[in-house]
């Protein structure tokens, strides 16, 4: 074979090849050391999926995930099942739905003494150990695991994680984070220690800030900045708090570059829930947070590995949350649990084959936290470019089913159940066989 067909087999093989070598068990032997690749999932909390540069917003300005979407494989229809919190992070640690993982309210039922409520929360807490949660997967091929920011489930140990930081302690304020909560807000000084002290393992970080969720109290040039760019404060606050989980995201991605690392890190992003800022007010608008709109549901997913992922940016394929446990598994060496109904993102053929991702609402609270049913509000499925919403009563008595077109109307306005019956009937059909309600 000559030098030339070498060079261009070589370049070929590292475009493409390197993409599906990903799909194997054994696909830590591909990465550009020998060693499994450690992995860095950034989680945001509460952002519209607009509210980026690279998504188009035409004022907040986020220069490191923009660059970090530049460098990886960008899904821009990306999807969350549920727009509450502790239920999509649950999803994102478990690889499950929420009625699969059984925690699909943030909290128990509201009105209960104080003893009860406390029993209850246990309660809920248990479910992530009956699962098998990301970080113990990992663990065993050797990883360890940090927990920081967002963490309703208790101790971090309770999840599975090696090392952490929420206490999970009622007694001392633990609830969704406790000291977790601090990370980014406070510095990264925490991360950074556990990288050093790793001491060259393999390893899996949670980095799930309370950013840009509520307080919005951005660095006061921040503030600044985007003040001048609105009438509304709330909304130069939130835009200002966008632009600061950035700036924290660009302290890790630089340490991991300053300390040799970003070669055999994948990273990973998206967002727990969608927000849209209430101009009159600290609160959400209607069709962002808790609702069954894009608005609450739709989040950017990007999955960066320099030298084994070729950067790409697919606008078209629905991809969802639940696809990131079964992908982080196969790129680490492990398999995901037959119980996880996602796709390995890193497959071409896998996406290919995917037309269709699905989700549920539930009330913030509970009625029977033992029972998903009974906190169902809504059901929805996406199909291509159509979208269905379908109420669940009596939580939702008044509810209509919504059909929307979402390629030529993606902020859904215009309900088309009414005109298109046939399309709201397959796609109903489809419903039922994800998940069949009694």
Same mark, same amino acid.
């Given at each position: 074979?000559?030098?030339?067909?070498?060079?261009?087999?070589?370049?070929?093989?590292?475009?493409?090849?390197?993409?599906?070598?990903?799909?194997?068990?054994?696909?830590?032997?591909?990465?550009?050391?020998?060693? %499994? +690749?450690?992995? @860095?999932?950034?989680? !945001?909390?509460?952002?519209?999926? $607009?509210?980026?540069?690279?998504? &188009? =917003?035409?004022?907040?300005?986020?220069?490191?995930?923009?660059?970090?979407?530049?460098?990886?494989?960008?899904?821009?229809?990306?999807?969350?099942?549920?727009?509450?919190?502790?239920?999509?992070?649950?999803?994102?640690?478990?690889?499950?739905?929420?009625?699969?993982?059984?925690?699909?309210?943030?909290?128990?039922?509201?009105?209960?003494?104080?003893?009860?409520?406390?029993?209850?929360?246990?309660?809920?807490?248990?479910?992530?150990?009956?699962?098998?949660? %990301? +970080?113990?997967? @990992?663990?065993?091929? !050797?990883?360890?695991?940090?927990? $920081?920011?967002?963490?309703?489930? &208790? =101790?971090?140990?309770?999840?599975?994680?090696?090392?952490?930081?929420?206490?999970?302690?009622?007694?001392?304020?633990?609830?969704?984070?406790?000291?977790?909560?601090?990370?980014?807000?406070?510095?990264?000084?925490?991360?950074?220690?556990?990288?050093?002290?790793?001491?060259?393992?393999?390893?899996?970080?949670?980095?799930?800030?309370?950013?840009?969720?509520?307080?919005?109290?951005?660095?006061?040039?921040?503030?600044?900045?985007?003040?001048?760019?609105?009438?509304?404060?709330?909304?130069?606050?939130?835009?200002?708090?966008?632009?600061?989980?950035?700036?924290?995201?660009?302290?890790?991605?630089?340490?991991?570059?300053?300390?040799?690392?970003?070669?055999?890190?994948?990273?990973?992003?998206?967002?727990?829930?969608?927000?849209?800022?209430?101009?009159?007010?600290?609160?959400?608008?209607?069709?962002?947070?808790?609702?069954?709109?894009?608005?609450?549901?739709?989040?950017?997913?990007?999955?960066?590995?320099?030298?084994?992922?070729?950067?790409?940016?697919?606008?078209?394929?629905?991809?969802?949350?639940?696809?990131?446990?079964?992908?982080?598994?196969?790129?680490?060496?492990?398999?995901?649990?037959?119980?996880?109904?996602?796709?390995?993102?890193?497959?071409?053929?896998?996406?290919?084959?995917?037309?269709?991702?699905?989700?549920?609402?539930?009330?913030?609270?509970?009625?029977?936290?033992?029972?998903?049913?009974?906190?169902?509000?809504?059901?929805?499925?996406?199909?291509?470019?159509?979208?269905?919403?379908?109420?669940?009563?009596?939580?939702?008595?008044?509810?209509?089913?919504?059909?929307?077109?979402?390629?030529?109307?993606?902020?859904?306005?215009?309900?088309?159940?009414?005109?298109?019956?046939?399309?709201?009937?397959?796609?109903?059909?489809?419903?039922?066989?994800?998940?069949?309600?009694?």
């Amino acid at each position: 074979m000559s030098g030339v067909a070498i060079i261009l087999l070589a370049l070929f093989w590292g475009f493409f090849g390197g993409i599906t070598l990903c799909l194997s068990a054994d696909t830590a032997a591909s990465s550009p050391g020998t060693e %499994l +690749p450690n992995v @860095l999932l950034i989680i !945001g909390d509460d952002q519209g999926w $607009t509210d980026f540069g690279f998504m &188009g =917003h035409p004022i907040v300005q986020t220069p490191h995930l923009d660059r970090l979407a530049s460098e990886g494989l960008l899904f821009t229809r990306g999807y969350v099942p549920s727009s509450l919190c502790r239920p999509s992070l649950a999803t994102i640690v478990t690889g499950l739905f929420p009625h699969q993982h059984k925690l699909t309210t943030n909290d128990p039922p509201d009105g209960l003494p104080r003893a009860e409520t406390l029993r209850l929360r246990e309660a809920q807490i248990r479910y992530i150990e009956q699962v098998p949660t %990301l +970080p113990r997967l @990992l663990a065993r091929k !050797g990883y360890l695991s940090l927990q $920081t920011g967002k963490w309703w489930e &208790g =101790h971090y140990r309770r999840g599975g994680f090696t090392h952490g930081m929420t206490h999970g302690d009622p007694s001392r304020g633990g609830r969704h984070g406790d000291e977790g909560l601090k990370i980014g807000r406070e510095g990264l000084r925490p991360i950074f220690e556990f990288i050093e002290q790793a001491g060259g393992k393999p390893w899996f970080i949670w980095y799930a800030p309370f950013l840009p969720h509520t307080p919005h109290n951005p660095p006061a040039d921040l503030l600044g900045k985007y003040r001048q760019k609105t009438d509304s404060l709330f909304v130069a606050r939130y835009w200002a708090m966008c632009e600061w989980f950035d700036h924290t995201c660009g302290e890790l991605i630089e340490y991991l570059e300053r300390k040799g690392l970003s070669r055999n890190t994948l990273v990973v992003f998206c967002v727990d829930n969608g927000w849209i800022q209430d101009p009159a007010s600290n609160n959400f608008a209607p069709k962002s947070k808790r609702s069954q709109y894009d608005g609450g549901i739709r989040t950017p997913i990007i999955l960066r590995w320099p030298g084994v992922i070729p950067p790409a940016r697919d606008e078209s394929t629905p991809v969802s949350s639940v696809d990131l446990a079964p992908t982080i598994l196969r790129v680490c060496s492990g398999e995901p649990t037959a119980d996880m109904p996602g796709i390995n993102l890193f497959d071409p053929a896998a996406r290919a084959e995917r037309s269709a991702v699905f989700g549920e609402v539930f009330l913030h609270s509970a009625l029977d936290i033992h029972d998903p049913v009974k906190n169902l509000m809504y059901r929805w499925c996406v199909d291509g470019w159509w979208k269905l919403i379908v109420p669940h009563a009596p939580n939702v008595p008044a509810g209509k089913i919504e059909l929307y077109d979402l390629k030529n109307d993606p902020h859904e306005t215009v309900n088309l159940a009414v005109e298109k019956p046939q399309i709201m009937e397959q796609l109903r059909v489809r419903l039922e066989k994800w998940w069949a309600v009694p």
